[in-house]
């Protein structure tokens, strides 16, 4: 048996190699289709691996009061975003001190400036760092750990001692070759001295998370005095089934804060730190049906015209098939030997589909600082759409070729 499986496999080559043209465009369809299946499937997993990454440290225990909140739309337009009357200092303020749920902690922040230099020495940044005043519970509620150094404590804030923690990209720029712990950094004339600097967590959609600089909220105030800042709260939930709890006790005392009553509606928005995962993995869910269609109709279009070079290949090859035949070919060996040629064809399409699919892939995801990672489940599926593929392609070929009569096919000219 495998003597003969070994020749058809010989003789499948040899057929393939004396239809080279034709097998190469079969060939280049296959792969259009399958690259745009593994491509598209890549770059959705890069994005969801990246975005999975940067909030699963945050856990599904934490919630924010914001100033935009999403309504969903009717015959599922989506959902619509409606922006709220800031949230002041004086409200965040006054929510730490009054929300007192069991087992939570509370962060306030705000960010002064997108576009801040900061110098050390006779060195500085380019314009570009975003500097954010945080309270003590600002790394551990967005899930933040730090490279070398210590958090911000309890006295720091309140005592409002000029102390910073800087992002990763002051390691190997600004202070490049030597620790910037104990160093002293100069924003816009204030002193701040050094004490941990943060992990990396690269670029989410073009915004740096490594170039910023956290200090003590009361001296960003002091230093960004621009009116209406749009301050966050994030609350953190040790217990994740008080969240309910914790989050109705907080939209009570936000309501009680900006003083509605009863029958109005809020004012402010409240998101956990899950529901932006679950909108974008959303998105994605879309992006990988577009990348089915787009590789099923391709794919639909390489099957007729695999099906159509094999009928060709038969056509021309019947005084062959006569020749086997009445040397004693059984039906079977003759199905095989162009069901085999039909299959070599698919999988020669297949692999490069996946090997472009992927390149592609991992260039979408470095041009979008992207954590890739290797489609797996992609390339699964891509082998068996392939083989598939074959299977409907080359089964009525095959079996117009072994149901060919010895005798007419040997006075085929």
């Keep these: 048996m495998f003597p003969l499986l070994k020749e058809n496999i010989r003789i499948a080559f040899d057929s393939i190699k004396s239809q080279l043209l034709r097998t190469i465009l079969t060939v280049l369809i296959i792969a259009i289709g399958i690259t745009a299946l593994v491509g598209i499937l890549s770059a959705v997993s890069a ?35 409606k922006v709220h009357p800031v949230i002041s200092y004086r409200e965040v303020r006054k929510f730490k001190e009054v929300y ?61 001692n000029n102390v910073a923690i800087l992002g990763a990209d002051f390691a190997t720029g600004l202070f490049k070759d030597i620790s910037p712990i104990d160093k002293t950094i100069s924003i816009r004339g204030a002193k701040f001295r050094v004490i941990g600097i943060l992990e990396s ?11 910023r600089v956290l200090i ?16 966050n709260i994030s609350v953190k939930v040790d217990d994740k089934e008080k969240l309910e709890g914790a989050q109705s006790e907080a939209v009570i005392t936000f309501r009680n ?13 409240m998101a956990r730190s899950d529901d932006l995962i679950n909108q ?45 035949k009445a040397l004693g070919a059984k039906r079977g060996t003759i199905a095989t030997q162009f069901f085999m040629e039909t299959l070599i064809i698919g999988q020669i399409g297949g692999l490069f589909g996946i090997l472009f699919g992927i390149l592609i892939g991992y ?31 080359g089964s009525y070929p095959a079996s117009k070729a072994a149901k060919q009569d010895p005798v007419e096919s040997l006075h085929y000219e």
């Design 100 to 160: 007192e749920y069991p087992g939570t902690q509370t962060s306030i922040s705000f960010t002064g400036t997108s576009g801040a230099e900061v110098k050390y020495e006779d060195k500085k940044t380019d314009p570009e760092v975003s500097i954010l005043g945080v309270n003590e519970h600002f790394l551990s509620n967005s899930g933040l750990d730090l490279e070398e150094g210590h958090d911000f404590s309890y006295f720091d804030i309140q005592n409002n």
């Design 216 to 231: 003590p909220v009361e001296i960003a105030r002091s230093i960004f005095t621009q009116p209406n800042i749009n301050y």
């Design 47 to 81: 994005l969801e691996n990246t975005i999975s990454s940067d909030f699963a440290s945050m856990g599904a225990n934490t919630f924010n009061l914001q100033r935009y909140s999403f309504t969903a739309q009717a015959r599922g337009g989506g959902q619509r975003e």
């Design 280 to 324: 974008i993995f959303q998105i994605t869910g879309y992006l990988n049906v577009a990348a089915w269609i787009i590789s099923i109709i391709t794919i639909f279009g390489s099957s007729i015209a695999l099906m159509n070079i094999m009928l060709v290949s038969v056509a021309e090859r019947t005084r062959e098939i006569g020749i086997r």
């Design 257 to 269: 804060i900006r003083g509605l009553n009863p029958v109005e509606e809020d004012n402010f928005g």
């Design 363 to 393: 260039a979408v995801a470095t041009a979008a600082s992207f954590d890739f990672v290797t489609p797996w489940r992609a390339m699964l599926w891509a082998t068996g759409i392939t083989i598939l593929v074959a299977i409907l392609a």
């Design 201 to 211: 967590k690269g670029s989410t959609f073009g915004n740096n998370q490594d170039l």
